[in-house]
């Protein structure tokens, strides 16, 4: 069963579409993880978190990558070990949450962002997934230039920053936009 969560945690995490996390009641230990392991988390006023493992005398292993990597280190020290219940707005503040929004506008607030999503070019968002991962917590230095210049470069010539390009500038939406 660990197995099969830690790769369903890295599955959602490594899907080259976006992934949104919509957050309305209790979002605890896998809950927490699976918010953690998308792109985007929102939640509502009402959402509460929590890494409870301790609790049972177990840890948050298999989410454990996923929400360090959301709150970091040092607050993943004090939530892993106090199973502490984070609230919403709390949990926007620590990073877990991109923000906590009124619970009766949560769907509008998801739907706001799922709007902005469709506006980009699917495969430039999946390089853009794809860039995060190799450039975080990497120092600045030759390679990554070189990396990130690469990576530009490569998909400049695409057909799809073609259209993207060419719709700004005849100033309408690109091809992969929905009307």
Same mark, same amino acid.
């Given at each position: 069963d660990a197995r099969k969560l830690?790769?369903?945690?890295?599955?959602?995490?490594?899907?080259?579409?976006?992934?949104?996390?919509r957050v309305h009641g209790a979002a605890l230990g896998g809950g927490m993880g699976l918010a953690?392991?998308?792109?985007?988390?929102i939640a509502g006023d009402g959402a509460v978190f929590a890494t409870s493992e301790v609790r049972f005398g177990i840890i948050?292993?298999?989410?454990?990558?996923y929400v360090i990597r959301a709150i970091g280190a040092r607050q993943a020290?004090?939530?892993?070990?106090t199973a502490e219940r984070i609230s919403a707005s709390r949990a926007a503040e620590l990073g877990l949450a991109h923000e906590a929004t009124a619970?009766?506008?949560? @769907?509008?607030? #998801?739907?706001?962002i799922v709007t902005a999503l469709l506006q980009g070019g699917?495969? *430039?968002?999946? &390089?853009?997934?794809?860039?995060?991962?190799?450039?975080? @917590?990497?120092? #600045?230095?030759d390679d990554l230039v070189e990396d990130t210049a690469r990576?530009?470069? *490569?998909?400049? &010539?695409?057909?799809?920053?073609k259209e993207g390009l060419a719709a700004f500038l005849?100033?309408?939406?690109?091809?992969w936009v929905p009307v």
């Open positions: 830690a790769g369903m945690l890295r599955t959602l995490a490594e899907m080259t579409k976006p992934t949104i996390a953690s392991a998308c792109d985007i988390c948050p292993s298999a989410i454990s990558p020290h004090r939530y892993f070990q619970a009766d506008g949560l @769907d509008a607030r #998801v739907q706001d699917p495969k *430039s968002q999946a &390089a853009a997934k794809d860039l995060i991962r190799a450039v975080a @917590d990497r120092p #600045v230095g990576r530009i470069a *490569s998909l400049r &010539a695409t057909p799809e920053a005849d100033k309408r939406p690109a091809a």
